[in-house]
Structure formats: structure tokens, C-alpha cells
């Protein structure tokens, strides 16, 4: 399995983005995708996550009100809306990719995925 996260860059407090991450290489009729963050310095975080079917859908405590995770199954793409940015929202962030379709409250757990993108930077100014 292939995932290939895009979309970071560098913004200023309040504004918007939009990751992007293309999974190849199986089948995604089932198992799930997840958005999690590492910060210098502190432990990965769970952001966000799914089953690829759609259903699932579960946020971390960071992304509730402001994230929002979708997906387009045709292409095999999850994206994760990021509104109203703050400056601790700066972190790499990473998708990954199980095989198994765990309940939501699983999806938060690192351990379970099996397959990492490369992360994109996500930088936040005040």
C-alpha cells in the first residue's frame, strides 16, 4: 500500500487548508484511513479518521468543530478540511491505512495501521 499525503504548507492563524491523501495498492473495499499529527517534540496525535466504505467517521479531540474528513471512493482519496487554524496546529501530519474494519473508537489508535504516508508539514503562524 502507497499513500501519498499533499497539501501542507505554511498559513497564518485563522485560515484554511485542505490535505489530501491518494492510497494505492489494494482494494479499498474495506479496512480504514486515518489523519494522525506529530508535533516536535510530542507524541503522535489522532486527528481523524474512517472506514474507506464511509462510515465510522470519528474526530479527535483537536479536530472537533474544525476539521472535517471525507473521502472520494472512486479515486481512493481522503481529504481532512482544516478551518480556523491555530499556531498548535502545527505539526506533520500523516495518513495511514489498515486493513481492518475497526469501530470508530479503534481508529484513534496508531498501532492498528499498518501503512504510513510520508506526512506533510503543517505550519501555523500567530
Known amino acids: 500500500v502507497q499513500l501519498q499525503a499533499s497539501g501542507g504548507g505554511l498559513v497564518q492563524a485563522g485560515d484554511s487548508l485542505r490535505l489530501s491523501c491518494a492510497a494505492s495498492?489494494?482494494?479499498?473495499?474495506?479496512?480504514?484511513v486515518a489523519w494522525f499529527r506529530q508535533a516536535p517534540g510530542k507524541e503522535r496525535e489522532f486527528v481523524a479518521g474512517?472506514?474507506?466504505?464511509?462510515?465510522?467517521?470519528s474526530y479527535g479531540e483537536p479536530a472537533k468543530g474544525r476539521f472535517t474528513l471525507s473521502r472520494d471512493r472512486a479515486k481512493n482519496t481522503v481529504f481532512l478540511q482544516m478551518n480556523n487554524l491555530k499556531p498548535e496546529d502545527t505539526a506533520t501530519y500523516f495518513c495511514?491505512?489498515?486493513?481492518?474494519?475497526?469501530?470508530?473508537?479503534?481508529?484513534?489508535?496508531?498501532?492498528?495501521?499498518?501503512?504510513w504516508g510520508q506526512g506533510t508539514l503543517v505550519t501555523v503562524s500567530s
Open positions: 495498492g489494494r482494494t479499498f473495499s474495506s479496512g480504514a
Open positions: 495511514a491505512d489498515t486493513t481492518t474494519n475497526y469501530i470508530s473508537s479503534a481508529l484513534r489508535d496508531a498501532f492498528r495501521f499498518s501503512s
Open positions: 474512517m472506514r474507506w466504505q464511509g462510515s465510522g467517521l
